[in-house]
């Protein structure tokens, strides 16, 4: 584990924080725990990823308050992996935010079927007339307004829930037609396309981070937060990488199985493979376990924390005494008789790390005197 420098963010203040100071491992997986409420949103969601955006992008943000803050002349871009929905109505689905939708909409133009009859890419769309089921716009779906009550959906009755007209439907692929590819899961598509390898990569993608069982066009409004989110990291990751972004994720790993965390672990790293960095907020200990740099907040909630409780590799927290992170790593450690550090080698750790951030910090200032004398 080596970092090539760091974020450092200096007197941040906002809500409970207590004038913090931390220093984030540029290049490497760096978890922020600590109990609910302690401050970790705040640090990073409310300080640090809005300042980022301002910095690395202009965007006009509010931010909470804080010094200062340096080391970004690495970095290109700065990515917030939220749980937001991937699009707030019925027509936004894994196949559409992904691009994927695009590329198989092109294959259904190019078959014998599509060519005698005159059909381009747009009659495969159901956003557009044409190729839609007029009926219910290419939704397959009807809303029934409810009095006092939440809106009820039911299959178009004129399509049965397909989407297409009939004409759009007599064009198969293999044959399915485009309705049935849409009913397809992640993982049974990703079988299907394995011979075309451009859409073959973003399905396999979707499969990594574990969502093998969600359907093609399954519904954005349907899906959980934690799908979203890692529907979103799937679409970063079959990004060409430039190894200079900072990706930020606020517990990733909320509803999942344990086979899944080890997936979606397993891309995290890959980000970092890749020379990026990852900052993740986590209350998950196979997460926290694997991670090259945690930042602990606490020791409490609310009023309670607001302070850095302590700092450093998973190793090294587990002998902090003050940490309840570092109490169930320590409990996790001993069962399967990892040997993490001896309370002196903690310090020695930690005087190391700063050290090194110190030595860095004066290497970047002087190169940046001599750049200016030039």
């Not at 829930?161 to 037609?177: A, C, D, H, P, Q």
């Not at 200990?285 to 302070?307: C, F, Q, R, S, Y």
């Not at 992170?325 to 040997?339: A, M, Q, S």
């Amino acid at each position: 584990m080596s970092s090539s420098g760091w974020i450092v963010l200096r007197g941040a203040c906002g809500h409970n924080l207590k004038n913090v100071n931390v220093a984030i491992p540029v290049g490497l997986f760096t978890c922020v725990t600590g109990v609910s409420g302690s401050g970790k949103s705040t640090l990073i969601q409310d300080t640090l990823f809005p300042r980022l955006m301002f910095e690395m992008h202009g965007t006009r943000t509010v931010w909470s308050p804080h010094d200062a803050i340096e080391g970004l002349d690495v970095f290109d871009k700065v990515i917030d992996i939220d749980q937001s929905p991937i699009g707030r109505t019925p027509r936004s689905n894994p196949a559409t935010y992904t691009g994927t939708f695009d590329m198989i909409r092109e294959l259904f133009a190019l078959t014998p079927d599509a060519k005698i009859r005159g059909y381009k890419n747009g009659r495969f769309s159901f956003n557009v007339k044409g190729g839609r089921c007029e009926a219910c716009k290419g939704d397959g779906i009807i809303k029934i307004e409810m009095h006092f009550l939440p809106d009820v959906y039911v299959p178009c009755e004129v399509c049965k829930g397909k989407r297409y007209n009939r004409e759009t439907l007599e064009v198969k692929y293999k044959s399915k037609n485009i309705s049935e590819i849409l009913a397809m899961t992640l993982e049974e598509a990703s079988e299907f396309f394995k011979p075309i390898p451009k859409i073959y990569r973003k399905l396999e993608t979707l499969e990594q981070v574990g969502l093998g069982y969600v359907r093609m066009g399954q519904p954005a409004t349907t899906l959980s937060g934690g799908e979203a989110q890692r529907i979103k990291l799937a679409a970063e990751l079959s990004k060409r990488s430039t190894g200079r972004t900072i990706y930020i994720l606020d517990e990733p790993t909320t509803g999942l199985h344990f086979e899944d965390v080890k997936r979606l672990l397993a891309v995290l790293h890959k980000l970092v493979e890749q020379g990026n960095t990852v900052v993740v907020i986590e209350h998950n200990l196979d997460v926290i376990k694997t991670a090259d740099w945690l930042i602990d907040m606490g020791p409490e909630g609310g009023n309670g924390g607001g302070e850095v409780v302590g700092f450093g590799t998973p190793e090294s927290l587990a002998q902090n005494i003050k940490s309840h992170t570092g109490k169930y790593l320590r409990d996790i450690f001993e069962k399967v008789g990892h040997p993490y550090l001896s309370s002196k080698a903690v310090v020695l750790k930690a005087a190391e790390s700063r050290k090194e951030y110190i030595a860095s910090a004066v290497k970047q200032k002087a190169r940046k005197v001599v750049a200016s004398k030039k």
